[in-house]
């Protein structure tokens, strides 16, 4: 159970961690890991799936060569990029260095596979709550700076005095009259 100063704590980290990551402008999901991509120096493959109501909406499976992010294809365009942004934050949160221990029901229903191959498949796509939480508050904060920084840039763009401008850049005061 995580304790509020904890969550406090990580939620700090989380926030520092976001800030130094390189967002495009304006904010492109698909750009983003592209650029995550260059930056970890390994490719990031994207998988457009079809998606079911009994499988995940995403998924991230790292091989030898690559990391790969499955993701629906047929949800909303905010969804999509949510799904994408989820997963690549399990990459950014370093959740896909070490694959939990293979658990005794794949070693029972899976004996004839070398365990090495079952930890590398199954190991780098089961993550613990924490390590879901933690992957959604990564996620919404890429987001939200992204949202933030794309107002501005979109502000910054009106030219100034007209309308608009006033509307988007200068703070409203209500004054009562008497």
Avoid: K
Avoid at 95 to 108: E, F, G, I, Q, Y
Wanted: charged share 25%; net charge positive.
């Amino acid at each position: 159970m995580w304790t509020d100063r904890r969550r406090g704590a990580l939620t700090q980290q989380h926030r520092r961690r976001v800030q130094a990551l390189s967002l495009p402008r304006p904010f492109d999901a698909f750009g983003f890991i592209a650029a995550l991509a260059a930056e970890r120096g390994r490719p990031i493959d994207l998988v457009p799936v079809a998606g079911r109501t009994d499988t995940p909406c995403g998924l991230l499976v790292t091989t030898d060569r690559a990391d790969c992010i499955v993701y629906a294809a047929d949800t909303t365009a905010l969804h999509q990029q949510h799904i994408l942004l989820h997963e690549a934050a399990h990459l950014i949160c370093g959740h896909h260095d070490a694959p939990p221990p293979l658990s005794a029901a794949a070693r029972v229903l899976l004996p004839n596979l070398p365990p090495s191959l079952v930890e590398r498949v199954l190991g780098r796509t089961v993550y613990t709550e924490p390590q879901e939480r933690e992957a959604e508050l990564v996620a919404s904060l890429i987001r939200c700076r992204a949202a933030r920084e794309d107002s501005r840039t979109a502000a910054s763009e009106v030219p100034d005095g007209s309308r608009l401008a006033t509307l988007l850049t200068a703070p409203h005061r209500w004054v009562a009259r008497g």
